[in-house]
């Protein structure tokens, strides 16, 4: 069954408000959701709303959030997320980048105590309506073993950068750290498939083919194996040791029915980001020219076969947004099961 | 056959010198080039060398080179590195970087006009003294197929970041964004050696285990696939499309028997540089002390081999630097037979 956007946007705004967050708070947690599922990343959208209401329920996120600067330069700023979600906190942070882009020609800002944050696109794509190139970035629960670990110690820990360009859709690359990202490996199990090698390994650390192993208590791999892993590292520190924040095994389970580790070595989840004013370096009609230049140029790659195109960063995701903005968005069966069950429990209607 | 390191230092301090560089800049070049040997990446060393005097002496690098800032705000620069190499002009934007970052509490350069800047490591590293975070990336002349294409657009593109800790040693995560470096590729081509599957692609864009599949005609693959080509377009696109150098396709070849293309949007290649000030974000001390407990909790993790330890990014490098400095630099027989020529040609002694 289809849903147009503006029905899942009002509902989403609908839930957030019952568990207690403001309206503007609820619109804003909303917009980031949807967008998710607006670009087709399903594992990001609404399927994650009832966990962030089990979290509150749990005591875990904090739907009254005021998140404060508790130290800031003027490119910098580092931001306590208050407990509550990402959702709420990374966007306020991203206007923080943004305002301090404008003075001084970049801004960057750590967030810690913060909860789960949806699609990194969000974020870094804020940026683009000022002609800024935005950067998002968080950890998340630990998932991927380091290279020669049997252990799970980083989370799928996915980088965003998005990039201004004048004609042309922008250049937005959101990817996790890992060859896989979790919600891949969940379709893999439903739909009992095998998956790649690379993807996983048993909990032994033995390569593996099988869906499960990670319920199994093996662990997700890094992307392309030691370089992903310095890759998932990097954005752990400047999210996490940068801020405040739990990194490595440390970092806070996303599902409620997983408890926090005991003697946490900082306060919830982090993430960080950053705007870069592309006019801080030169002007920006000359580096929008170049942009769609650099886009054209690499959409007439030659092609290993004529039928499969040489595809933009972020342009299925866009590709997506115009079609399910026109045709409406398609749940997965199960998710909207879940979302029915949530709107029975708070009394509201999907 | 070893080399000190402090021979190999004063023979291309010579060299440099002999080809009209100034004995300042000589000595940075020197420097730059040593440490890549002494870390152990011997295909960005002096194994290079004679790659920048063909290059000067070829017109397309500028010995007498003097960079000059051609726009900036507080917290960010661009550099026109005058046609100069790389080993010059990334660490003067290091230097920018690292005085911005004092005064905004970040710093962030884009070069254009530029050459081969040697290790990606050197220049990140130029933040550690300064209880800074320091980035560094380059685009590449182009060798890596983007995902779907049989086209060479991008370069190896080299990432770096390299973040100070307290008693441990820094953590430095310095990688190609292909799955394989080019240097890689020639040490399986030398010992006819069989690549594994993912390295390279034919012409055609098959999958290939022949490491010779670049020399005729085939390409270098990004990491781990779709994801490693939008990681070394964002780094192609901060390097280039933000500065000014040239981009894509269009990135003039390194070695100097291969012409520039004809009518290229830019100048010279491009690099991209960073540093954040730690206490930017939270109190040095704060930082420090949780990337030491970071370190060891990876050090750590469980491991799938009780013999294969889990490393830190940049610890092999760090062992490789402390042996070599204390054992001498044992150099490839074929570099040291082009050292020994280069020596000959201009009446040097290696």
């Known amino acids: 069954m289809k849903f147009t956007q503006e029905r899942l946007f009002s509902f989403c705004i ?35 709303l009832s966990g962030y209401v089990r979290l509150a329920n749990k005591g875990r996120a904090n739907f009254n959030a005021k998140p404060f600067i508790v130290h800031q330069t003027p490119s910098t700023a580092t931001l306590d997320a208050n407990q509550g979600l990402g959702l ?36 870094a794509m804020m940026a683009l309506p000022h002609d800024m190139i935005g950067i998002s970035m968080t950890n998340a629960s630990p998932l991927v073993a ?47 498939k095998q998956v790649p090698l690379g993807w996983v390994q048993t909990k032994e650390g033995k390569e593996s083919t099988n869906a499960n192993e ?7 791999l890094p992307l392309g194996g030691h370089k992903g ?40 989840i982090g993430h960080f980001v950053g705007a870069m004013r592309v006019d801080a ?36 995701e866009h590709r997506a947004y115009l079609q399910r903005i026109a045709d409406g968005i398609e749940l997965n069966p199960q998710v909207q099961i879940d ?4 709107a029975a429990q708070l009394k509201l209607v999907l």
């Open 229 to 268: 892993y310095g890759l998932a590292a990097a954005v752990d520190i400047l999210s996490a040791v940068l801020s405040g924040a739990n990194y490595g095994p440390w970092v806070p389970p996303f599902v409620a029915f997983l408890d926090p580790l005991p003697n946490l070595p900082g306060e919830g």
């Open 88 to 123: 709420i906190s990374a966007p306020m942070a991203m206007h923080i980048a943004i305002e301090k882009a404008k003075n001084v020609g970049t801004g960057w800002v750590a967030i810690k105590n913060s909860n789960h944050f949806g699609i990194a696109a969000y974020h």
């Open 339 to 342: 979302l029915e069950a949530l």
């Open 281 to 316: 370096f030169r002007p920006k009609e000359d580096f929008k020219a170049h942009m769609d230049n650099w886009i054209k140029r690499f959409k007439a790659a030659e092609r290993i076969d004529d039928n499969t195109e040489v595809l933009i960063p972020g342009e299925l």
């Open 14 to 48: 609908q839930v957030f408000e019952t568990c207690g967050m403001s309206k503007e708070d609820a619109k804003l947690a909303a917009e980031v959701l949807v967008l998710a599922d607006l670009r087709g990343i399903d594992s990001h959208g609404v399927a994650r």
């Open 214 to 220: 990670l319920k199994d208590g093996g662990a997700l």
């Open 146 to 192: 380091p290279t020669h670990a049997k252990e799970r110690m980083l989370g799928t820990n996915p980088i965003c950068l998005a990039f201004p360009s004048g004609n042309e859709i922008p250049f937005v690359v959101d990817m996790a750290t890992s060859n896989a990202a979790n919600g891949k490996l969940e379709i893999a199990q439903r739909l009992n």
